[in-house]
């Protein structure tokens, strides 16, 4: 069965330094979503790319969080500086269109200290 | 704004115990609401899409139904297995919102032996 691979699983990481995130979606799914989900909510939406371009990023908070998906396909979500308040689980999904339902990543669970 | 409230956050149930879990919403317009079920640590893993009034979904233990201002996800003698958080979600019919989900908190279900 297709998944949608990301890494790492885990990570811990000191308050004001970088931290990235590794997507890869489903073979042939167009759309990729970045989602933040903190403990005992749901899942917010970071980001949305249709192919290499981004169609929502209204949530993404610009100053520190940036996202790629270059060539249409994988994708890298980026914090610098991460803060105390990042400390969270990142999820990223993909589906074949924008309209279609997702399947989502493992995650990565970071932690800022 | 799309809105989802879940209901009760937290249920606990014995084995063999029926219940079921709530999820109200406000959508402009809803293409479809989506169910899915997250273990510990883990991705949202998709149970169902619900796109109008009436229709019904089962798998396994598991009955959603829909309704035009709630779903009922309906828990059949349950398992311990079962014990999960159950996310539910909306998606528009708009493509000014670019169809994405919107999440309701969660309920987290515990069924005990």
């Known amino acids: 069965e297709a998944e949608v691979a990301q890494s790492p699983r885990y990570k811990i990481t000191e308050k004001s330094q970088a931290v990235a995130f590794w997507c890869d979606p489903i073979?042939?799914?167009?759309?990729l979503y970045w989602y933040r989900q903190i403990l005992g909510q749901g899942p917010e939406l970071l980001v949305q790319?249709?192919?290499?371009?981004?169609?929502?990023d209204s949530q993404l908070p610009k100053d520190r969080f940036s996202a790629e998906r270059l060539k249409g396909v994988d994708s890298t979500l980026k914090i610098q500086p991460a803060e105390l308040g990042d400390s969270a689980m990142y999820l990223c999904?993909?589906?074949?269109?924008?309209?279609?339902?997702?399947?989502f990543g493992s995650g990565t669970r970071l932690t800022v200290v | 704004e799309d809105q989802v409230t879940q209901s009760p956050e937290a249920l606990r149930l014995q084995e063999g115990e029926s219940s079921s879990l709530n999820c109200s919403y406000t959508?402009?317009?809803?293409?479809?609401l989506f169910w899915y079920r997250q273990d510990p640590g883990k991705g949202p893993e998709f149970l169902f899409t619900l796109y109008s009034a009436g229709e019904e979904k089962e798998k396994e233990r598991l009955k959603a139904t829909l309704t035009k201002k709630e779903s009922f996800l309906h828990i059949t003698a349950p398992k311990p297995e079962d014990s999960a958080t159950y996310l539910c979600a909306v998606q528009p019919n708009s493509g000014g919102s670019n169809y994405k989900l919107t999440f309701g908190k969660g309920t987290l279900l515990t069924v005990n032996p």
């Open positions: 790319f249709q192919d290499e371009s981004v169609v929502d």
């Open positions: 999904a993909s589906s074949v269109g924008y309209n279609y339902g997702y399947t």
């Open positions: 073979s042939g799914h167009a759309t």
């Open positions: 959508v402009s317009g809803l293409r479809g």
